[in-house]
């Protein structure tokens, strides 16, 4: 009896810490002070209250300090500031370095895993990593091989670590973990391999395995109630993760979810996007395809479903819907609601209530986007939800073996995992995009397990008849699904931008500016050439009473791809030459952090 | 029966390397054709390009491959990317029959300053049923034969063709 007892005030005893441990994290999330997780926030705003640098002085900012990583691929994700030490990531091998603030920057420790080089071509599009997360004392590493290590925040040693998926298989990892209450939720990239989708939960303290969510599958692989699991207000129905696909189809049919998960721990809901339907030809795959491309409201604790809403069924252009959800409280229709607001690889910018799941915005981010005309916003209709299709560039339409011209957004989107950032002050969403287009000829293709499951031929160019860049960076009123000003940018804008209550608006650029705009007007302030491309994100923390701008330079991930040799110009006409600016030109690989500060 | 059995059947690949300067030879201009395919005088497979601009149905072919399983780490047309290297470049410094053997076997250089690791198609029939059609497509593209972008005016895929292709691929 005395035992049981034991064992029971233990248990009481782990919860109350785990709770302290997540309270922990909140309260460093809340300090902008530090940097605590890659997303700024569980609400994934990548905003900071920090003030010291802002509109009217950003102009004078200076480089304080730098450092290699030694490491020359594409380096996405930013650094995190826990108290006194930063925390940086590197691509494959995956390194992470402990930095001691207090001591310019002192390494107090590195860690290298060891892993199998032939993880490296089994990455779709570079080697990245979206960076290292804080939790329990711990940081966590998910390396490209799918293992999710859990290090001694203090000494780096290995406190656990646990193998998440096959890389043998193309089970690959770019992304970072979600930590949260006493779980590490971790996704799986590979959606060119044809792998099955899924996220899964690991008990902090131990890694052992809480639960898994698949994409596609039974109700019980998908943590789905037939009745309970909603879609636009409607119960999904039984075997909504296979009845929507041909055969055994599902089992190879990606919807994974590499994305950035966001976190409402009032409504214990965390919330995802998964990707594409594999193969890219959609002829191969009748159907809706669900879950693949669909905004996920899952419970913390049990993984269970509590919302969906697939925003492409049955894919045909490799729009993957993992990006980021923005939370915010704002007021729609004179009403304060709990929103969430993602951008799309489809190029339409989605505002939904994140506690009912039903659709209020849905419209063009980006004015080139052809593919659709729009979202059925009627309730009433049997098409409620669903974009409509135009015929000329649905390649599922114009069939196998037909290549579809001129189709806005490529497949890169609109805007790829770079996430967003939101000013509650300002209320508007700043929008990292990519204006780029192309032609798309889908063929058929056999699937062998760890091989690429492809199935189409792209080709990608410049939106036509604009200004002849890549990309934009634009400001966004997720009420009314308005763009309020846009900067025309000569490539993808691939940088994680930071919003702060200076009203500065910080980004990258593939060039390697790190440039600083006025919030309110997007009028220029400052710019400093870094000195490789940059795909990372912006990240600020605040050291000795002085406020401080961090960014990962190193070009390369997707953008590394096309970008690097320049794309073909299709005003040319059919095999035209059309060389167009080569990022080649701009900038060459290399990894390192700048960091900015005020002149003393 | 594996992907290389079958080319090896077909005749699509020649089993025995056999070892030739590939500088001292003419590795592109097409000595004679046989079935809509173009070779060498060396019997290695090459584009053929009439006065017209017209491409042959391998080279087009391999346009569409290369873009499909090569594309996402050597960069659109053969141009290379910030990690893998210009394969139109490739497909005219090496030789015909060590081109095909980094293919299929793959091949690694993990050093310090990079990490270059070429996996082995020699299972994947969507590269190895195409893989002479992607040969002669880069080469062309090596010498500029056929231009960035996809080709324009092209042969029919002659029956020959169809029937190899459908055989490789076991349909």
């Known amino acids: 009896m005395k035992k049981i007892l034991l064992l029971i005030s233990g248990i009481a005893l782990c919860a109350a810490s785990m709770a302290v441990a997540n309270d922990d994290l909140v309260a460093k999330m809340d300090d902008p002070k530090q940097w605590a997780i890659q997303t700024g926030d569980y609400k994934n705003q990548r905003y900071s209250e920090l003030d010291e640098i802002n509109a009217d002085n950003v102009g004078g900012l200076q480089v304080a300090w730098t450092f290699s990583t030694g490491v020359l691929r594409g380096h996405e994700g930013s650094p995190l500031v826990i108290g006194d030490t930063m925390y940086v990531h590197t691509p494959f091998p995956n390194i992470v370095y402990a930095l001691d603030l207090a001591n310019d920057g002192k390494i107090l420790w590195k860690y290298e895993p060891k892993q199998d080089p032939d993880v490296i071509p089994v990455m779709c599009c570079d080697t990245v990593n979206r960076g290292v997360a804080y939790g329990d004392g711990k940081i966590f590493l998910h390396q490209a091989d799918t293992k999710v290590v859990a290090l001694d925040a203090k000494t780096g040693e290995v406190v656990w670590e646990v193998q998440n998926g096959d890389a043998s298989k193309g089970e690959t990892n770019t992304a970072t973990v979600l930590p949260i209450k006493d779980k590490v939720i971790v996704g799986i990239s590979g959606g060119e391999f044809g792998v099955r989708g899924s996220i899964t939960a690991y008990d902090m303290a131990s ?3 809480a639960w898994r969510a698949y994409s596609t599958g039974p109700d019980s692989d998908i943590l789905m109630d037939p009745e309970k699991t909603t879609h636009l207000g409607k119960p999904v129905g039984a075997d909504s993760g296979t009845n929507t696909w041909e055969g055994d189809q599902w089992k190879i049919g990606g919807g994974t979810t590499w994305g950035w998960y966001s976190v409402d721990l009032d409504e214990n809901l965390m919330y995802y996007g998964t990707g594409n339907p594999s193969t ?23 993984g269970m479903a509590k919302w969906v809403y697939q925003m492409t069924p049955h894919d045909e252009w490799d729009y993957d819907g993992v990006n980021e959800m923005i939370l915010t409280e704002q007021e729609f229709d004179g009403k304060q609601r709990k929103l969430l607001t993602h951008f799309d690889r489809n190029g339409l910018g989605y505002t939904l209530d994140r506690v009912s799941g039903e659709l ?16 059925d916003m009627d309730p009433k209709s049997s098409t409620y939800g669903r974009p409509a299709v135009v015929a000329q560039y649905s390649t599922e339409q114009n069939g196998e073996d037909v290549n579809s011209t001129g189709i806005c957004p490529a497949a890169l989107g609109s805007k790829d995992q770079q996430p967003a950032a939101y000013s509650p002050k300002t209320e508007l969403m700043y929008v990292p995009t990519n204006h780029v287009c192309m032609d798309y000829e889908p063929f058929r293709v056999s699937y062998i397990a760890g091989q690429p499951y492809v199935g189409a031929t792209l080709s990608m160019y410049p939106a036509p008849d604009s200004h002849g860049g890549m990309g934009n960076f634009i400001a966004w009123d997720n009420i009314t699904g308005t763009i309020k000003w846009s900067l025309p940018e000569q490539f993808s804008v691939w940088s994680g931008p930071l919003a702060t209550a200076g009203d500065v608006v910080f980004y990258g650029t593939l060039e390697g500016y790190l440039k600083a705009v ?10 400093f050439k870094t000195p490789s491309g940059i795909i990372g994100n912006v990240m600020t923390y605040e050291f000795d009473g002085k406020q401080y701008i961090g960014i990962l330079s190193g070009v390369g991930g997707w953008a590394g791809i096309g970008l690097a040799a320049g794309l073909t110009n299709p005003s040319d006409g059919l095999g035209a030459v059309g060389g167009y600016a080569a990022l080649s030109d701009y900038t060459a690989l290399g990894g390192q952090l700048t960091v900015f500060a005020l002149p003393n | 029966m594996t992907v290389t059995e079958r080319l090896l059947l077909l005749g699509l690949l020649t089993a025995v390397p056999f070892a030739a300067a590939a500088q001292d030879v003419d590795n592109i201009t097409a000595a004679y054709s046989e079935d ?32 499909s399983e090569c594309y996402v780490c050597h960069g659109p047309e053969g141009e290379g990317s910030s990690y893998a290297p210009a394969l139109k470049v490739s497909a005219i410094d090496m030789d015909y029959y060590d081109f095909l053997d980094v293919v299929a076997n793959g091949r690694t250089k993990v050093t310090a300053s990079q990490n270059l690791v070429m996996p082995a198609f020699g299972e994947n029939p969507n590269v190895m049923c195409f893989l002479n059609d992607i040969y002669v497509y880069l080469k062309a593209r090596g010498t500029d034969a056929v231009p960035r972008g996809r080709p324009g005016k092209r042969d029919m895929k002659s029956e020959a063709i169809r029937e190899d292709e459908n055989a490789c691929l076991g349909d």
């Open chain 1, 207 to 209: 890694g052992e395995l």
């Open chain 1, 280 to 302: 890219w030809n959609p002829t191969q795959r009748p159907g809706d395809n669900r879950w693949s491309m669909t905004i996920m409201a899952r419970d913390i604790d049990t």
């Open chain 1, 360 to 375: 209020l915005v849905a419209e063009k981010f980006d004015p080139a986007v052809n593919w659709t005309t729009g979202v």
């Open chain 1, 518 to 527: 006025n919030a309110e007007t997007g009028e220029e302030l400052y710019k």
């Open chain 2, 36 to 67: 809509g395919r173009y070779f060498t005088e060396d019997d290695v497979p090459t584009y053929n390009i009439r006065e017209d601009g017209t491409v042959d149905w391998p080279t087009y072919s391999g346009f569409r491959r290369y873009h």
